[in-house]
């Protein structure tokens, strides 16, 4: 088969397989239940903090420790404005991602001299000065329980029930992956790679490697709060204790376990680390004599992101999205040995 007849038949492919995808997820509400909606639009908040990660981390090359500061940034700047001034949702998200690009700007400056885990410790300084800020608001406020947000209002329509939420964290997701794509096909994308890949021969290319560094954690930080917020609106509610460490560990585990360097292997991953404390509450049920309390579920989850991490770096360092490239070339391999003269 000729090289252009075959691009097109792949494109066409691929085409095809994002309209059915497009197709199930929007009619997917139809026949889930309460829960199942519930775990979908927990999936679509996380995707959109691990697309965040993965631009920096991933494409750029940036290491960052301190994605749940960002989102508790988020979640903080949305919660404080509305319990002391009742500003709406129009006002509160883009706020949350106002603050959130200057944090990435003022915790982006230490990546102009730093690399590595000396890098990596400066960001986790951003997650511990940004949960202690937001505890001690709540302790001065009197909210030593958390802020309480009431659902939004979105065209003069509450979103509160979980089919709403569903449709509108779909198209929230979508749209981050859309921008995050094309921002990724532009000059900014490309520089990001260059920098990933040698940070001295892309300054040699012409690369202003300070300032693409500092635009990488604007951006990302902005959109990591902006789904703090989304995050704070859903559980309309804003505590610390919702933003630990922990959750850092889970977004780096999503952009590991869905394969470094790609936007897809983002919510691939989003979707496997969401899934996984469900995964391990119904193994645990399954088995005899084990309790099921909060505690050793929780114990149960920290040791198998652990272990997943390590299985996925040792023996699937391109993770999930590698594991799908694998299978749609064994399925579009047999074609092509028939087309082969």
Not at 25 to 46: M, Y
Request: glycine letters at 10%; charged letters at 10%.
């Amino acid at each position: 088969m000729a090289p252009a007849t075959e691009l097109r038949k792949r494109l066409s492919q691929n085409q095809v397989a994002w309209i059915g995808l497009i197709v199930l997820l929007v009619l997917l509400p139809t026949s889930a239940t309460p829960f199942h909606l519930d775990i979908a639009s927990q999936i679509f908040i996380a995707g959109i903090g691990a697309l965040a990660l993965m631009v920096l981390t991933g494409i750029a090359g940036q290491i960052s420790l301190g994605h749940s500061g960002l989102m508790a940034a988020g979640a903080f700047t949305t919660g404080i404005l509305y319990k002391e001034t009742g500003a709406g949702i129009w006002i509160t998200l883009p706020a949350s991602v106002v603050a959130g690009a200057v944090i990435g700007l003022i915790f982006g400056l230490p990546s102009l001299r730093l690399r590595g885990i000396y890098l990596a410790m400066s960001t986790l300084a951003l997650h511990f000065l940004v949960i202690y800020l937001g505890g001690e608001y709540e302790f001065a406020s009197g909210a030593s329980t958390g802020i309480f947000l009431d659902p939004p209002v979105v065209f003069g329509f509450e979103i509160y029930d979980g089919y709403a939420w569903y449709y509108v964290l779909l198209a929230l997701v979508a749209g981050t992956y859309w921008g995050c794509r094309n921002l990724l096909n532009s000059k900014t994308g490309r520089a990001w790679e260059a920098l990933h890949a040698n940070e001295t021969a892309a300054e040699a290319l012409g690369v202003q490697v300070a300032n693409y560094k500092l635009l990488a954690f604007v951006i990302t930080s902005g959109i990591a709060s902006f789904s703090g917020a989304l995050f704070a609106y859903y559980q309309n509610f804003v505590s610390v204790e919702a933003f630990t460490l922990f959750l850092s560990i889970q977004y780096i585990a999503m952009i590991i376990i869905g394969g470094m360097g790609s936007l897809p292997g983002a919510l691939l991953g989003a979707v496997f680390v969401t899934l996984v404390p469900y995964f391990v509450e119904w193994l645990m049920e399954a088995v005899p004599y084990i309790g099921l309390d909060i505690t050793t579920v929780s114990s149960a989850s920290y040791a198998a992101f652990g272990l997943l991490m390590i299985l996925f770096l040792v023996f699937e360092p391109s993770g999930l999205i590698g594991i799908w490239k694998r299978i749609v070339g064994q399925f579009a391999s047999p074609s092509k040995r028939e087309d082969t003269p």
